[in-house]
Each structure stands twice: as structure tokens, then as C-alpha cells.
């Protein structure tokens, strides 16, 4: 059993408890467990089915709960009250949508290839589930403190759009395929500044882990690299297809794109996969921008983790109460001629920056908050201007209809330019 | 598991891939069969770097940090080789758009004109 | 035999597990008919490959594989096939299958003697206990800086203040292949920049609609 596993405090006492009497546990002030020695592989085992169940089972429960608080605080912005008859504040009310879901008839279309239908949420949901396990919860609380952490996290949640092409192909049905062509395209071009507005925190931390990033942000990294919480912040929307992005269902439009053919507990797999991505992309942006689990002493550090999940989820839940949804072609407009430079320009600034102040390949040593501070103020100098810059040259022209001839394919404007007379 | 196990696997993907590269007719399933064959050689290339030494680790003298570090010089051939085979897998897409656009076909064999 | 690169029997079996699975889906990706399946296998296939590296200390090129190939590569492989929707279900049969089947098999015949007639120089005949702890132990480096300082093994000596305990590069190896591609292979790594600014390009130049043609984003 390797040193490194039983740092993380909450795999060392599940295992320790099991196996007991191995190094590791002794010079952790474990005595004996109830495994005798040389049984060390049954613990692994043991140890890491019951973190797998313990995992799952809080991804779920998180899920219920978004599901919940989403319904209650749209309805809040909508000046409705929301489900309120089961359970205190209708909190049960998730609960009875799951049990319902369940015991809905299974259709699979005729047309449908059976195989890549039934793998599709499959896929869907295993890599969010995956991404729970690198999160650090609580002082020491994670399953796995990977060295490559947040590499992990976005090579693992890029394989969704490839369930969601299965799901939209393997329902023979055209709107399905139409939405797995865009949402294709969507994720694909999103995946882009997401991974490189990480960049400049990665130049600042030198670490790829997600306690080093935490251990690192003295000064939470929203303040510091306020560029990059932003496109990150976007291009996770975008990826978890949360409004202003969610066009990959669109329900008024594509009628639930991909989702359109799957009923039953297939539906309710991908559903999941949906919301638990919401969920875990939360927990990232805390993680990464927000310090985590850091806050002052008196309250426990999974406290401090959760208010700041659920402030960053009741941020998105509020923007998808205010904003519409994008076209596609804005929403990938904004992906490589907005979001793309937002991130060069980031990491450039960044990376001079670094350069001028590191002495860290001598010692290893990180940032003091000083040194971040002064980075917060030149990223905040640069932030203004670039993002007034980008947004200018974005932004949409008034509507000019040039073409002599009506609009053949959306007869919208037939009668004689009626919009001239709407600009007015 | 031994480096000539690995290489073993590397060179049965390797076949594989070959196989699929002369046998099948569709361009896009070409390109996958292309794609196992990259695959196949970076697995060769970490094995070597996990089970060989580099060339100064093995005589006597001093061990210098950069001797160490080549060690890892199949890891970087291995990630400059995904760069790479990911380019050419766009570039080939692009291809295969512009075949269909013009010949409403991407079967191999329907794109013999040169021959005549 | 040195204890240190002995591969432990969990290792083993996973490596057996995760090969088994790479070449079943191989095998699926030259058979199947259905193109969209086969990009499918395809990249059940790379998975496989990513866990070999996972299994073999390399990590960063594990995590790259699944980032590119799955994420990337395998995508836009399906998404070709959704927009040549009718090239997927009625593929034609193989061309010369049995002519293909004997040349791989001979040249998978070439490369299995050859692997197992070579005398490998391996890690495992290393003597040199600062050579063991710099690939996977902890060890000690001089100058830092300039990359050319004497390794030792940390586990004799006490580090001073201004020495860092290393992991041996094999244990930890994601910092030095960053180190070695901007330093050692700064060149081939600005190539394979300039080679994907060319791809950009040249997909680009292809997928440009000729004149006279609709321009195929539509818009009248």
C-alpha cells in the first residue's frame, strides 16, 4: 500500500479501520483492524467500494437537493412559490419525481441502435460520478489527491459530448441528430478557453493537484486571476448546458434534443449525468477560484466548502432565471472570437507577471499573498479594458435585411421589410 | 507485466490497425485504423521509457539530474506524437469533407481517377 | 533484480485487463460495419490505452490520451459520420481481406521475435543506488537551476534548507515532461505548434466554399 493513498485522511480511515497492524496505518496511530495481515488487497478493495457507494450516494443527495433548491428560488425570481406539498417546503417533492421516473415503461424506437442506446448513459454519467472523487471536500477529505487533478477533471468530463453524438445518433430520430450535432460543436469548442483559462492559474501555483491549488490561494484566485474565473466560469456553464448555453436541449426548441427518445430510468440516468455535472462543476469553480475549503476558524471546513458550492450553484441558478438562451451561432462566436482571446490575453499578462516576480525553481516555494495581491491588482487593471474591447468587437450589428429579394427560407419578413419600420 | 509484454501489445494493436488500413474501404474507417497505428507506437515509446534506462544512468559516474530526466524522453516523443496524430486526424476530416462535397462518396475504391 | 522496478501483481493483472480490452475493441474498430460503432469502439479502445499508461507511471500522458483522443479525436470522428449520414449503415465489405489478414499477421509474427530476441538493457540491471532513487525513489539534486546538478539518494543524507526532496521522475513524472519539453525539445515541441497551425489552416482552406457553390452555412 503506497504512503501516498493514506494521506488522504478519509481513505485512511476506512482502510485503516479494515486492515489495521500495515505501516502506513501504524505510524498513523492505527493499532490493528479486524483483517488479518497479508490481506491487504481485500481492504484496498473493501476501502474503496465503500468510498465508491459514499461518493455516489452524496453526488445523488447533492442532486436531489439541486433539483430542489433550483425549482424553489426559479419560482422565487418568477414570483411563484414552487413545489411546496411534499416534505417540509416541498423538499420531498425530487424524491417522488425520481420514483416516478422509475416506474415509467422502458421504450426503446424501433429504429434505434440498441447497443449504443443503452451505452449512452452509461458514458454520460460515469465520467461527473469520476470527477467527485478529486475534490477535496474538507480538509483531507477526498477520495483520490491525484497529482494531475485538474488535467484529470477536464480530459474526463470531455468525453460526454462523445455520449451525447451516441445518444443523438442512436435514436435514429432527425431533431435528436441535429441537437447532437450542435451540442457536439458546442462542447467541443467550449473545451478550448476552458482548459486554457486554467493555464494562468497553474502558472501560479505550479501544481496540477487540487489541494496544492488550494494550499496555494492565500488570496482566493476569483480576485486573482479575474479573467480567468470568468471564461471558466462561462465555458463551464457551456459545458454542464446550463442556460445561457443550454442548447444542447433547448426544450422549447429541439423538444429535449438528445433526451428526446429515452424514457424511463434511462432518461433519468442522463438527467442525472446533467445535474450532477452542474453539482460538480460548482464544486470545481469553489475549488479552484473560491480556496476551497480555506476560511477562518470557527467553522469547520466542510462548511465553508459547501456555502461556497451553493453560492456558486445559486449564481447559475440566477442566471438562468435572467438571461435567454444564445444562438448557436453566437454561442460559438463567443467561444473562439470572445472567450479565446479573454484567455490569451490572460495568460500572457499572467505569465509576464510570474516570470517577473517566481524565484520558485530554487526552492518550490509558492506565492506569498503579497505577491498575489499585486497580481490581483494588474489582472484586475487588464480585466476592465480587454473585456470592454472583446465585448465591443462582439457585439451583434443592428439587424440590416441587404437582399433585394424576400427571405425564401423563414418567410418572417415577407411583407416589405416590415422591420425598417420596427427600428424606428 | 514486462517490457516485451508491453511491446507485445504494442505490436498486436499495431497489427491490428494494419489490418484495418489495407482492408477497409471507407475513408473515415482508414483513419481510425490510422489512429490505432499511432497508438500502438506510443505505447512502445512509454514502455521504453518505463522498463529501459536512459544511456548515462547505465555506466559508472555520476548521475546528473538530466540524466535522470531522459528517462522520460518516451513520455515526450509520446505526447508530441498525439499532437501531431491529432492534427493529422483534423486535417484528414477536412479532407474526407471535401472528397464527399465533391464526389458524394468516401469509399477508397470510388476515388481512382489517377489509375486511368 | 532490484526490488524497486519490480511491478506489483495487481499491476499485472490490471495491465493483462486493460489489453485484453484495448485489442478486443480494436479488433471491433477494423470489423464492424457500422462506422458510428466503430468510432465508438474506437475510442472504448483509446480508454484502454490511456489505463496501459496509467499503469506504466505515465500519467500526464494518460490523462493527454483521453483529453485528445476521446475527448477530441473520437468526437469529431463521430461528428464526421453524423454529417455523412449515409456512408455510416451501408458501408461496403473489406477489400483483399485474407491478403491483409497474412501481412499483418507476418508483420506481428516480425515484431513478436524480434521483441523477445533482443537483450534489453533494463531498469531492473541498474546498480547504481543514485541512479535507482532518481528514477523511483526520492533524491537529492545540486544547482536545481541549471538542471545539470548530481543526483543523490535521499535516503542516506539530511537535506539541507535549500535542497527540495525530490520524487524519482518515474513516481512523479508530469513536472519533468513539462520541464523537458520546454528545455530539452523546445524545438520539436515549436514544430508540432507550427504542424497544428498548419492543420488549422489547411482544414480551413478545404472546407472554404468554392465560387459558385452555396456557401454551406447557409443564409441565403
Given at each position: 500500500?503506497s504512503?501516498?493513498?493514506?494521506d488522504?485522511?478519509?481513505?485512511?480511515?476506512?482502510?485503516?479501520?479494515?486492515?489495521?497492524g500495515?505501516?502506513?496505518?501504524?505510524?498513523?496511530?492505527?493499532s490493528?483492524?479486524?483483517?488479518?495481515a497479508g490481506?491487504?488487497?481485500?481492504?484496498?478493495?473493501?476501502?474503496?467500494?465503500?468510498?465508491?457507494?459514499?461518493?455516489?450516494?452524496?453526488?445523488l443527495?447533492g442532486?436531489?437537493?439541486?433539483?430542489?433548491?433550483?425549482?424553489r428560488i426559479?419560482?422565487?425570481?418568477?414570483?411563484r412559490?414552487?413545489?411546496?406539498?411534499?416534505?417540509?417546503?416541498?423538499?420531498?417533492?425530487?424524491?417522488a419525481?425520481?420514483?416516478?421516473?422509475?416506474?415509467?415503461?422502458?421504450i426503446v424506437?424501433?429504429q434505434?441502435?440498441?447497443f449504443?442506446f443503452?451505452?449512452?448513459?452509461?458514458?454520460?454519467?460515469v465520467?461527473v460520478?469520476?470527477?467527485?472523487?478529486?475534490?477535496?471536500?474538507?480538509?483531507?477529505?477526498?477520495?483520490?489527491?491525484?497529482?494531475?487533478?485538474?488535467?484529470?477533471?477536464?480530459?474526463?468530463?470531455?468525453?460526454?459530448?462523445?455520449?451525447?453524438?451516441?445518444?443523438?445518433?442512436s435514436s435514429?430520430?432527425r431533431?435528436?441528430?441535429?441537437?447532437?450535432?450542435?451540442?457536439?460543436?458546442?462542447?467541443v469548442?467550449?473545451?478550448?478557453?476552458?482548459?486554457?483559462s486554467?493555464?494562468?492559474?497553474?502558472?501560479?501555483?505550479?501544481?496540477?493537484?487540487?489541494?496544492?491549488?488550494?494550499?496555494?490561494?492565500?488570496?482566493?484566485?476569483?480576485i486573482v486571476?479575474?479573467?480567468?474565473?470568468l471564461v471558466?466560469?462561462?465555458?463551464?456553464?457551456?459545458?454542464?448546458?446550463?442556460?445561457?448555453?443550454?442548447?444542447?436541449e433547448?426544450?422549447?426548441e429541439?423538444?429535449?434534443g438528445?433526451?428526446?427518445?429515452?424514457?424511463?430510468?434511462?432518461?433519468?440516468?442522463?438527467?442525472?449525468?446533467?445535474?450532477?455535472?452542474?453539482?460538480?462543476?460548482?464544486?470545481?469553480?469553489?475549488?479552484?477560484?473560491?480556496s476551497?475549503?480555506?476560511?477562518?476558524?470557527?467553522?469547520?471546513?466542510?462548511?465553508?466548502?459547501v456555502?461556497?458550492?451553493?453560492a456558486?450553484?445559486?449564481?447559475i441558478?440566477?442566471?438562468r432565471?435572467?438571461?435567454?438562451?444564445?444562438?448557436?451561432?453566437?454561442?460559438?462566436?463567443?467561444?473562439?472570437?470572445?472567450l479565446f482571446?479573454?484567455?490569451?490575453i490572460?495568460?500572457?499578462?499572467?505569465?509576464?507577471?510570474?516570470?517577473?516576480?517566481?524565484?520558485?525553481?530554487a526552492d518550490?516555494?509558492?506565492?506569498?499573498?503579497?505577491?498575489?495581491?499585486?497580481?490581483?491588482?494588474?489582472?484586475?487593471?487588464?480585466?476592465?479594458?480587454?473585456?470592454?474591447?472583446?465585448?465591443?468587437?462582439?457585439?451583434?450589428?443592428?439587424?440590416?435585411?441587404?437582399?433585394?429579394?424576400?427571405?425564401?427560407?423563414?418567410?418572417?419578413?415577407?411583407?416589405?421589410?416590415?422591420?425598417?419600420?420596427?427600428a424606428? | 507485466?514486462?517490457l516485451?509484454?508491453?511491446?507485445?501489445?504494442?505490436?498486436?494493436?499495431?497489427?491490428?490497425?494494419?489490418?484495418?488500413?489495407?482492408?477497409?474501404?471507407?475513408?473515415?474507417?482508414l483513419?481510425?485504423?490510422?489512429?490505432?497505428?499511432?497508438n500502438?507506437?506510443?505505447?512502445?515509446?512509454?514502455a521504453?521509457?518505463?522498463?529501459?534506462?536512459?544511456?548515462?544512468?547505465?555506466?559508472?559516474?555520476?548521475?546528473?539530474?538530466?540524466?535522470?530526466?531522459a528517462a522520460?524522453?518516451g513520455?515526450?516523443?509520446?505526447?508530441?506524437?498525439?499532437?501531431?496524430?491529432a492534427?493529422?486526424?483534423?486535417?484528414?476530416?477536412?479532407?474526407?469533407f471535401?472528397?464527399?462535397?465533391?464526389?458524394?462518396?468516401?469509399?477508397i475504391?470510388?476515388?481512382?481517377?489517377?489509375?486511368? | 533484480m532490484?526490488?524497486a522496478?519490480?511491478?506489483?501483481?495487481?499491476?499485472?493483472?490490471a495491465f493483462?485487463?486493460?489489453?485484453?480490452?484495448?485489442i478486443a475493441?480494436?479488433i471491433?474498430?477494423?470489423?464492424?460495419?457500422?462506422?458510428?460503432?466503430?468510432?465508438?469502439?474506437?475510442a472504448?479502445?483509446?480508454?484502454?490505452?490511456?489505463?496501459?499508461f496509467?499503469?506504466l507511471?505515465?500519467?500526464?500522458?494518460?490523462?493527454v490520451q483521453?483529453?485528445?483522443?476521446?475527448g477530441?479525436?473520437?468526437?469529431l470522428?463521430?461528428?464526421?459520420?453524423?454529417?455523412?449520414?449515409?456512408?455510416?449503415?451501408?458501408?461496403?465489405?473489406?477489400?483483399?481481406?485474407?491478403?491483409?489478414v497474412?501481412?499483418?499477421?507476418?508483420?506481428?509474427?516480425?515484431?513478436?521475435?524480434t521483441?523477445y530476441?533482443?537483450?534489453?538493457?533494463l531498469?531492473?540491471?541498474l546498480?547504481?543506488?543514485?541512479?535507482?532513487?532518481?528514477l523511483?525513489?526520492?533524491?537529492?539534486e545540486?544547482?536545481?537551476?541549471?538542471?545539470?546538478?548530481?543526483?543523490?539518494?535521499?535516503?542516506?543524507i539530511?537535506a539541507?534548507?535549500?535542497?527540495?526532496v525530490?520524487?524519482?521522475?518515474?513516481?512523479?513524472?508530469?513536472?519533468t515532461?513539462?520541464?523537458?519539453?520546454?528545455?530539452?525539445?523546445?524545438?520539436?515541441?515549436?514544430?508540432v505548434?507550427l504542424?497544428?497551425?498548419?492543420?488549422?489552416?489547411g482544414?480551413?482552406?478545404?472546407m472554404?466554399p468554392?465560387?459558385?457553390?452555396p456557401d454551406?452555412?447557409?443564409?441565403?
Amino acid at each position: 500500500m503506497s504512503e501516498t493513498i493514506l494521506d488522504s485522511s478519509l481513505f485512511r480511515n476506512v482502510y485503516c479501520y479494515v486492515a489495521g497492524g500495515s505501516e502506513g496505518c501504524v505510524s498513523h496511530g492505527y493499532s490493528e483492524g479486524f483483517l488479518p495481515a497479508g490481506y491487504e488487497w481485500l481492504a484496498f478493495a473493501i476501502t474503496a467500494a465503500v468510498l465508491a457507494i459514499l461518493f455516489i450516494q452524496g453526488a445523488l443527495g447533492g442532486v436531489l437537493a439541486l433539483i430542489w433548491g433550483e425549482r424553489r428560488i426559479l419560482a422565487r425570481f418568477q414570483n411563484r412559490v414552487g413545489p411546496n406539498r411534499w416534505g417540509p417546503f416541498g423538499s420531498l417533492t425530487s424524491v417522488a419525481d425520481a420514483i416516478k421516473t422509475m416506474f415509467k415503461e422502458d421504450i426503446v424506437p424501433d429504429q434505434a441502435d440498441r447497443f449504443l442506446f443503452n451505452l449512452a448513459p452509461v458514458i454520460m454519467v460515469v465520467p461527473v460520478l469520476m470527477v467527485f472523487a478529486v475534490i477535496p471536500i474538507g480538509v483531507g477529505t477526498l477520495v483520490a489527491d491525484l497529482n494531475i487533478g485538474l488535467l484529470f477533471v477536464i480530459a474526463i468530463t470531455s468525453a460526454s459530448g462523445l455520449a451525447i453524438a451516441m445518444a443523438a445518433w442512436s435514436s435514429a430520430n432527425r431533431i435528436a441528430i441535429f441537437s447532437g450535432l450542435r451540442a457536439v460543436a458546442l462542447l467541443v469548442s467550449y473545451e478550448i478557453p476552458m482548459a486554457l483559462s486554467l493555464l494562468g492559474v497553474l502558472m501560479i501555483t505550479g501544481t496540477l493537484s487540487m489541494t496544492g491549488t488550494i494550499e496555494a490561494q492565500d488570496v482566493p484566485f476569483i480576485i486573482v486571476q479575474p479573467l480567468g474565473f470568468l471564461v471558466f466560469f462561462l465555458a463551464a456553464l457551456a459545458e454542464m448546458s446550463r442556460t445561457p448555453f443550454d442548447l444542447t436541449e433547448a426544450e422549447s426548441e429541439l423538444a429535449a434534443g438528445h433526451l428526446n427518445d429515452y424514457s424511463s430510468m434511462k432518461f433519468g440516468v442522463l438527467f442525472l449525468a446533467e445535474w450532477a455535472a452542474t453539482v460538480a462543476g460548482a464544486m470545481i469553480i469553489a475549488t479552484v477560484f473560491l480556496s476551497g475549503w480555506r476560511g477562518f476558524s470557527p467553522i469547520p471546513s466542510h462548511i465553508w466548502f459547501v456555502g461556497k458550492v451553493v453560492a456558486v450553484i445559486f449564481l447559475i441558478i440566477w442566471i438562468r432565471a435572467t438571461w435567454p438562451r444564445l444562438r448557436i451561432d453566437q454561442v460559438l462566436s463567443l467561444a473562439w472570437k470572445g472567450l479565446f482571446e479573454l484567455t490569451m490575453i490572460n495568460l500572457i499578462v499572467t505569465a509576464i507577471l510570474t516570470a517577473a516576480m517566481a524565484d520558485r525553481e530554487a526552492d518550490g516555494s509558492l506565492f506569498s499573498a503579497g505577491e498575489l495581491w499585486i497580481m490581483a491588482a494588474v489582472n484586475w487593471a487588464v480585466f476592465f479594458p480587454s473585456v470592454y474591447l472583446i465585448g465591443k468587437l462582439l457585439a451583434s450589428k443592428p439587424y440590416e435585411d441587404d437582399s433585394s429579394e424576400p427571405q425564401e427560407l423563414y418567410p418572417v419578413a415577407t411583407e416589405e421589410k416590415a422591420f425598417e419600420g420596427a427600428a424606428d | 507485466m514486462t517490457l516485451e509484454n508491453v511491446l507485445l501489445v504494442s505490436g498486436i494493436i499495431f497489427a491490428i490497425g494494419l489490418y484495418g488500413v489495407l482492408s477497409r474501404r471507407s475513408t473515415i474507417a482508414l483513419l481510425m485504423s490510422l489512429e490505432l497505428l499511432f497508438n500502438a507506437v506510443v505505447i512502445a515509446a512509454v514502455a521504453f521509457s518505463r522498463f529501459t534506462p536512459s544511456a548515462g544512468l547505465a555506466d559508472a559516474g555520476a548521475v546528473t539530474a538530466n540524466e535522470v530526466r531522459a528517462a522520460l524522453t518516451g513520455h515526450v516523443f509520446a505526447v508530441l506524437v498525439i499532437s501531431v496524430a491529432a492534427a493529422e486526424s483534423a486535417l484528414a476530416l477536412a479532407l474526407i469533407f471535401a472528397l464527399y462535397r465533391a464526389k458524394e462518396t468516401v469509399e477508397i475504391t470510388d476515388v481512382s481517377e489517377m489509375k486511368r | 533484480m532490484n526490488e524497486a522496478f519490480e511491478v506489483p501483481t495487481v499491476v499485472s493483472f490490471a495491465f493483462w485487463v486493460a489489453s485484453a480490452i484495448t485489442i478486443a475493441a480494436a479488433i471491433m474498430v477494423v470489423t464492424v460495419r457500422d462506422v458510428f460503432k466503430a468510432a465508438v469502439f474506437l475510442a472504448g479502445s483509446f480508454i484502454g490505452v490511456s489505463a496501459i499508461f496509467f499503469l506504466l507511471n505515465a500519467e500526464f500522458v494518460g490523462v493527454v490520451q483521453i483529453l485528445v483522443y476521446v475527448g477530441a479525436v473520437s468526437i469529431l470522428i463521430a461528428f464526421s459520420v453524423m454529417m455523412i449520414s449515409d456512408v455510416s449503415h451501408g458501408s461496403q465489405p473489406s477489400r483483399a481481406r485474407y491478403a491483409s489478414v497474412t501481412v499483418s499477421a507476418l508483420v506481428l509474427a516480425a515484431i513478436a521475435v524480434t521483441v523477445y530476441n533482443t537483450e534489453w538493457t533494463l531498469n531492473s540491471g541498474l546498480t547504481d543506488p543514485d541512479a535507482i532513487a532518481g528514477l523511483s525513489g526520492t533524491f537529492i539534486e545540486d544547482e536545481i537551476a541549471s538542471g545539470e546538478g548530481r543526483v543523490r539518494d535521499a535516503s542516506g543524507i539530511q537535506a539541507s534548507d535549500s535542497q527540495v526532496v525530490q520524487t524519482g521522475v518515474l513516481g512523479d513524472s508530469t513536472g519533468t515532461v513539462g520541464a523537458l519539453l520546454v528545455r530539452e525539445f523546445v524545438l520539436p515541441f515549436e514544430t508540432v505548434g507550427l504542424v497544428i497551425v498548419a492543420a488549422l489552416i489547411g482544414g480551413l482552406a478545404l472546407m472554404r466554399p468554392r465560387e459558385g457553390e452555396p456557401d454551406p452555412r447557409g443564409g441565403g
